[in-house]
């Protein structure tokens, strides 16, 4: 056992949404699970069982590092926080508080989270946001809208009871593998039908019993036509529609307007194939749900999930076991960080800002009233970067890699007067940073997580942060202390207690009752236990019925000319997100370690590509040089690549059109040429 291990202690992966039980292991040297909430059997997927390497690699930052005469030399604690709280104090009383940014972190723990969402109030804005906005907020806004609820409507546990899986826009056998190995590959072996709703043939696509490969970008065409059939055929759940249900006839009278076969060829897909999944999905007992950020990731990504709720609602499909709406989550904590409100227009438990009671609740815990203007999105605020926002505040994410539209981010964050990145490996970001604060990794610290299927569980350290680095949760501490002069718990129970008293939907939960288990939101105060299925009586807005929404389609942003191509970016089983701490797991980079982009025969053939040969991918964001990977597994006139490589990086190419509701980026249309790059050998 390393020497600064201090236990092995149950903790949880620190990689996406479905929260595995991890621990270390002293005899193996290295990550192994443990019977955790979901992950019952102890399994593990590949990111899991090497995340014990991103804890003992060479990089990790282990001293504060200032920057002097243009270079980040090290310093000490002390110099590093009486930098910070001369340079926030000074831009806070030149430029105001709406001046600072806060990147809170959805890799990171609920109590580390509400304390820089509390901070950024005590300050007095509500610039603070997670990555949520790049992923699943626009499945959050429309769920918000119409359910009252942004978060999956089921548990994992009883979705298996499904007739019909229904995927769009995901990919869970790679994403989330234990989730779709020990949840949905039973059902599916059982006789469950899936349909899946996805540009690309994947490894979701092989168990699926109907493949719609939708056209990017033209995601409401397809929810629409899957609608007309489900009424046109009269598979509408009439007694749910009269109970539960608002605005029926004018959806009817939209929908009976279409020509369902156009609308499946508008949209890329064989109209038969179509009308055999709307069929499914409609004659099903119990239909349930998973949208990804296929679905999500557009400038109308609202919409898209807006057009997939009326399917639910129309067939019943809510409120009881094996049904509902169920967005697949990113990041190991992605839930846990809105829940606890770092987000700009919402405080913890999801009340708005602009709520006068709820600004009133949270002051009597707090001593203070948060401020009543919603902030700054996260992509708002880059482009604000230099202008209205002076000081950022960047907490375990990567934002100069995940924001699309790249080189300008990059540009933007050179335009700040101070920038503060709070991380534990030297990230791209940080390159920007004018102080760098070491941290620590999932197996030194101890808190909540909570995971896609509104599960809290705790993590407990295992070992103690290396050489200098302090834990995340000492570090915000002082920052608090420094900048908005507050006086945060010293424990993570502590501040697990204080915000519980501020979330009404966590506050009949303790970190007793979650022990080595989980307590599941909503689980307010005096409840004996969470609630597994939302909206079986009435929906979480309080109301007994919920509205349809007639969608119409919206353009993607990019036009695309001829002989361009829509590139799509996505993950894949080995990488996470930016991959700043993936690729630095020599696990797996030995197993994926170089991204591709993947194009099609047809379209390989008319631009000279061979398989391998280096190929120029531009527009006019920017440009990247990559390997083709040629394949009929993504359909023509469309390109893949993934986001986790700093080289190439692939947002130089994405744009930063944002959704009027959610603000998220359009990260699954991008128009490109692509090009052989001359001179340069397939394997340079």
Known sequence: MPERVAASSESVCPYCGVGCGIRYDAGRGSAVGWNGPVNTRGELCPKGAAAWDVVEHDERLTTPLVRVNGRLVEATWDEAFDRIEREFSRIVADHGPDSAFFFSSSNCTNEENYLLQKTARALGTNNVDNCARLCHASTVAAMGDRFGAGAMTNSLSDLGEADVFLVTGANPAEQHPVIFRSYLLPALKSGTTMIHVDPRENQTTKAADIHLPVEPGFDIPLLNAMAAVVVEEGLVDEAFVAE????????????????????????????????????????????????????????????????????????????????????????????????????????????????????????????????????????????????????????????????????????????????????????????????????????????????TDRQVIRMNRNVAPPGDARADLDILREFAARVAGLDAPATPEGVFDELRRVTPIYAGMSYDGIGTGSQRWPFPEGATEGTAILHADAFASGSKTAPFRVVEHVDPADHVADGELVLVTGRVLQHFNSGALTRRSGVLMRMRGEDSLQIHPEDAAARGIEDGATVRVENDRGEITVAAEVTPAVRRGTAFATFHYAEPLVNRLTGDALDPTAKIPEYKHSAVRVTVESGVAADD
């Open 244 to 451: 539960r249900t608002t605005g029926f006839e004018a959806l009817r009278e939209h929908l009976s307007g279409l020509d369902i076969d156009a609308e499946a060829e508008r949209a890329g897909v064989d109209p038969a194939d179509l009308r055999a999944a709307a069929r499914a999905y409609g004659e099903a007992g119990r239909a349930a749900i998973f949208t990804g950020m296929g679905m999500s990731q557009h400038h109308y990504g609202t919409d898209n999930v807006q057009a997939l709720i009326n399917l639910p609602l129309l067939t019943g499909n809510v409120g009881k076991a094996g049904t509902g709406v169920n967005p697949l989550r990113g990041q190991n904590n992605v839930q846990g960080a809105g829940d606890v409100g770092a987000l700009p227009n919402v405080l913890p438990g999801y009340r708005p800002v602009t709520d006068d009671e709820a600004r009133a609740a949270v002051a009597d815990v707090w001593g203070f009233e948060p401020p009543a203007l919603p902030g700054l999105t996260e992509v708002e605020a880059t482009h604000r970067f230099g202008d209205e926002v002076r000081a950022a505040y960047v907490f375990g994410e990567n934002p100069a890699v995940t924001e699309p539209n790249a080189n300008r981010v990059r540009e933007a964050f050179e335009a700040l007067d101070f920038c503060v990145v709070h991380d534990v490996f030297p990230t791209e970001t940080a390159e920007f940073a004018d102080v760098v604060l070491p941290g620590s990794v999932w197996a030194e610290k101890s808190g909540t997580v909570t995971n």
